[in-house]
């Protein structure tokens, strides 16, 4: 972009500043005072010599305000508050001064000041942690979700999305299954990105203390609200065919996600075998297709010679809780008439 002349509103100075700084307030060399950033009017005459801010090596007083939040520079005043254009975090007039640093070496022709990436990846993983540790999932995957576009190859961001979209939080009974499916292919992405990475040490320990016992967890709530909404559906007369499949359907999508886990177990950790086979035999007794059933047991077989599998639930179409009072009825009828029958003989 191109330089602009400005002039100091106090004393008058004359800096040569990018069009891209102007908005942002800064701090005069000259008197010292803060005033915003404004190109003057083309027939304003310069007052005094100009200074041309145009190099690193020409430091200069100009003060940049840097967002608390996200470490980002582009703060914009907006209705007499000073808003961030990256984080859309806001600032009141005092608290943008009290947030303003003094330029330096890293001064820029556009008047900014650049923030290191990975100081700005740090603070935005730590606001996601923070607001995910505090169960606001919302701001949690909004952080995750700006990491991913500057940080697209770690696992960490597409893991979290994948588990704050998909997993965390209330389901639709209908929407459920497809909400597991799609986590679990996060789950995969998340993984290939982890081995992958060159930057990981402890991948061992991400696998099983993160994305393990995570996945485990959600795994057990999830089997855990299935059922409840089986039984109240039962008793409020609302089981009937397609709420049955769609039991069915979630439980099954529950056990592929118990298998997955005894996937990564038996592929990345081998020392691990015992979690491997619990949650293999986990998937196993929990699955309502035979399809899913037989694969899992040939797997916990090759590992555990002589394992039987436990057989497949059934799962009752059940009956309405009006055939239920009419089944009593005839019941109560029946036992009158015999008692009749008898004291007439």
């Known amino acids: 972009m191109a330089n602009v002349k400005i002039h100091c509103p106090n004393c008058h100075q004359e800096y040569d500043v990018d069009e891209a700084a ?11 005072k803060t005033f915003v950033l404004q190109a003057d009017a083309p027939s304003e005459p310069p007052r005094r010599k100009t200074k041309t801010i145009v190099s690193v090596e020409k430091k200069t007083s100009l003060k940049h305000m840097k967002c608390e ?15 961030c254009q990256h984080c859309g975090a806001k600032y009141s007039v005092e608290e943008a001064r009290k947030m303003m640093v003094e330029g330096d070496g890293d001064v820029v022709v556009s008047g900014t000041v650049k923030i290191d990436d990975k100081e700005k990846l ?18 949690a995957l909004k952080y995750y979700e700006m990491i ?4 697209p190859n770690n696992w960490e961001p597409v893991f979290m999305i994948g588990l704050i979209k998909y997993g965390q939080g209330n389901h639709d009974w209908e929407d459920l299954a497809n909400d597991l499916t799609l986590f679990s292919n996060k789950i995969d992405e998340s993984v290939k990105l982890l081995m992958e990475s060159e930057n990981e040490e402890d991948k061992s320990g991400i696998l099983k203390n993160v994305i393990i016992k995570i996945t485990s967890n959600l ?14 559906l039962r008793k409020t007369d609302n089981w009937n065919d397609v709420n049955r499949q769609i039991y069915i359907d979630n439980i099954n999508k529950i056990a592929l996600l118990y298998e997955k886990i005894g996937d990564i177990c038996h ?9 491997t086979l619990q949650n293999w035999k986990l998937a196993c007794a929990y ?6 059933h037989n694969q899992v047991a040939v797997k916990i077989m090759n590992e555990e010679p002589g394992y039987v599998p436990p057989p497949i639930k059934t799962v009752g179409k059940g009956c309405s809780v009006f055939l239920s009072l009419l089944l009593i009825v005839f019941v109560v009828f029946g036992i009158l008439f015999f008692i009749a029958f008898q004291d007439g003989y």
């Open 22 to 32: 102007l908005g942002h307030e800064a701090e005069c060399e000259a008197c010292k």
């Open 69 to 83: 939040m996200c470490g980002g520079s582009d703060l914009v005043k907006q209705d007499g508050l000073f808003v």
């Open 122 to 139: 740090e603070n935005l993983y730590t606001l996601a942690r923070r607001e995910y540790n505090n169960i606001n999932f919302h701001d």
């Open 148 to 151: 991913l576009l500057d940080d």
């Open 219 to 232: 795994a057990s709530k999830m089997k855990e609200a299935v059922d409840q909404k089986q039984d109240s």
């Open 267 to 275: 592929q990345y950790l081998p020392d691990e075998k015992t979690k």
């Open 287 to 292: 699955a309502l297709s035979e399809v899913i």
